[in-house]
């Protein structure tokens, strides 16, 4: 059996993508708990930069790929480059992230090696030697638990926010090149541009405070409370379902499900009672502060921090105390 996790890193423009760190914490966490290695894999063109970033976190190596037909994206020749990596480095468990990159690639390149495939896992828990993995179904009501069989490699996708990019530890780790086969007829499509969000869009999934509001706040007038509060904080706006379904703000602001899926440091939810399909979308933050009069809330479940009081009064209190203390 092989002795290493390796994360495939997620990278664009010299970015490393907030899942990849995600997905670090974790292969490092179930690597000690195995007693087998953590690494990370890093496909591109120019990608030394990249590598020499992931070599600043307790790594057991970090594999890069240089190769001219891996400048972007393809699903063609990412799964053929990993395809060869998984020939000669026999690893145990491939990580991906649940996201635009691991929704192409994970399923694929398990269906590629004929190996088990667990996706959109939110944890894990070590019996026997065994990995038994947990994801979220019917919006997180309930938790079903994976075992994956069969040969290694087992390829592992993983929610956003499931495990927290800060928990990544520091460290040295050595960067070793790998070569692979490439040719141009294994491409099959072309990647003209790439365009990040629409003008003006807001990704909340880099945020590192978000305050945001729901029906409690009755009205959209009301919604300045929430502005002025996450001005005070430098944070950004959210907001749940019911809110955006009213047009007090655009979809693009919408935490949840069918939203957006955040983890950010701090997450301050005003007059929002806590929809399972709310609490999908947020429950992987930090910390969380809730602030709704109904005591019963189901957000008060997952917050960290509640208080059970008038928002009228609370959000502007707290605002200027944010104010006072610069």
Known sequence: MSDKILVVVEHQNGQVGR???????????????????????VLGSGAEAVARELATKKLAEVLLVENSHLATMTPEGFIKAISQVVEQESPRFLVFGQNSMGLDLAARLAARLDRACA???????????????????????????LECQGDAPHV??????????DDAEAGEAPIR??????????????????????????????AEVIVAGGRGLQKQDNF??????????????????????????????QVGSSGQVVSPKLYIAVGISGA?????GMKGSKVIVAINKDPNAPIFDVAHYGIVDDLFKV???LTEAIKARG
Do not use: C
């Open 156 to 165: 592992i996708s993983t929610a956003q926010g499931a495990f927290v990019a």
């Open 177 to 206: 090149q790998l070569n692979v086969t490439l040719a141009e007829e294994d491409i099959r499509r072309k990647v003209l541009g790439l365009i990040s969000q629409m003008k003006g869009g807001v990704d909340l999934t880099v």
């Open 315 to 317: 959000v502007p209190a």
């Open 19 to 41: 899942m990849t760190w995600e997905n670090v914490a974790l292969a490092q966490k179930l690597g000690a708990a195995l007693g087998i290695g953590a690494g990370a894999l």
């Open 276 to 280: 399972m399909q709310h609490l999908v």
């Open 224 to 253: 300045g409370m929430i502005e002025d509060l996450a001005a005070a904080l430098g944070a950004e706006i959210g907001a749940s379902r019911p809110v955006v379904d009213a047009g007090w703000l655009s979809r693009e602001r």
């Open 119 to 145: 996706t959109d896992v939110n944890g894990y828990r070590v019996e026997d030697g065994k990995v038994i993995f947990t994801k979220g179904v019917y919006y997180g009501k309930l938790l079903s638990d």
